[in-house]
């Protein structure tokens, strides 16, 4: 839901890339470029990243 602080793999703080992450590739920057400029060359780490899916907005509907 949301983006861990740290990679639940190897432990590496990735949090504060996040948004950075997001910017770039919704302006259209290849992925795979924007995660080599962020120093993400673990595979655990990039997955973390490439396979996130923003459910937050489903689950604040369930808030009481």
């Given at each position: 839901m949301i983006i861990p602080?740290?990679?639940i793999?190897?432990?590496k703080p990735v949090g504060h890339l996040w948004e950075e992450f997001k910017e770039r590739t919704e302006e259209g920057?290849?992925?795979k470029d924007v995660l080599d400029d962020l120093g993400l060359d673990r595979y655990c780490c990039r997955s973390l990243f490439l396979t996130h899916s923003n459910l937050i907005?489903?689950?604040a509907k369930f808030k009481k």
């Open positions: 602080v740290r990679c793999s190897c432990g920057e290849e992925a907005g489903k689950a």
